[in-house]
C-alpha cells in the first residue's frame, strides 16, 4: 500500500499549480519608452493593439522553476514524477512546464540576457528542444572540375575568367 497522495484530486492539485504561477506573476503594460521633454521626463504612451486595446506582458517576480513549484507544494521531484503518471494530474504539469518553457524563450530573445548558452542548454536537456545546425559545403573550382566531362572542361577553359 502506498502513501496518500497531499492533493486528493487533480482539481486540487491544478488549483495549486496556477496558484503558485499566480504568486509570482504580475501583468504589466506595454508602454513606448519614457522621453525627455521640455526639461522633464514624460512617460511613454500605452501601445495599443489591433484591437485598441493596451498591450499587456506577463512579467515574474522571480523566475519559475520546477524546483520552486514542487518546493511550494512542498513535495519532492519523485513525488512530481508519480503524479505525472496520473492523467488528471499531469495536465496540471504539462501547463507548470509550458510556462516555465514560455519564459526561457522569452528570456533568450531578451538581448539583455547575458546567459544565452546556459538557457540553450537548459531547453535542450529539460524541454526536449534541440539546436538546429546548417552545415555549409564549399567547393573550390578544382572540386567541381573533377566532376566534368571533357566537353564541359574545354568549354570552361574557352570562358574567359572575368565571365566565370
Do not use: C
Not at 509570482?24 to 503594460?29: A, F, M, P
Not at 512546464?97 to 519564459?103: G, S, T
Request: charged content about 35%.
Amino acid at each position: 500500500m502506498g502513501r496518500w497522495r497531499k492533493y486528493k484530486t487533480a482539481q486540487d492539485f491544478d488549483d495549486a499549480v496556477r496558484e503558485y504561477f499566480h504568486g509570482i506573476t504580475y501583468i504589466k503594460d506595454v508602454r513606448y519608452p519614457d522621453v525627455w521633454a521640455n526639461g522633464q521626463w514624460v512617460k511613454g504612451e500605452p501601445i495599443l493593439g489591433l484591437d485598441g486595446e493596451p498591450l499587456q506582458t506577463t512579467e515574474y517576480i522571480y523566475p519559475p522553476s520546477m524546483v520552486d513549484l514542487e518546493n511550494y507544494l512542498e513535495i519532492s521531484r519523485e513525488t512530481m514524477s508519480n503524479y505525472r503518471e496520473r492523467a488528471g494530474y499531469r495536465d496540471a504539469i504539462e501547463y507548470a512546464e509550458k510556462r516555465i518553457k514560455a519564459y526561457k524563450l522569452r528570456l533568450l530573445d531578451d538581448p539583455d540576457n547575458k546567459n544565452s548558452r546556459g538557457l540553450i542548454f537548459d531547453l535542450e536537456n529539460n524541454h526536449g528542444m534541440k539546436e538546429r545546425r546548417e552545415d555549409t559545403v564549399h567547393q573550390t573550382s578544382a572540386d567541381i572540375s573533377d566532376t566534368l566531362t571533357p566537353e564541359e572542361k574545354l568549354a570552361q577553359a574557352l570562358v574567359p575568367d572575368w565571365e566565370q
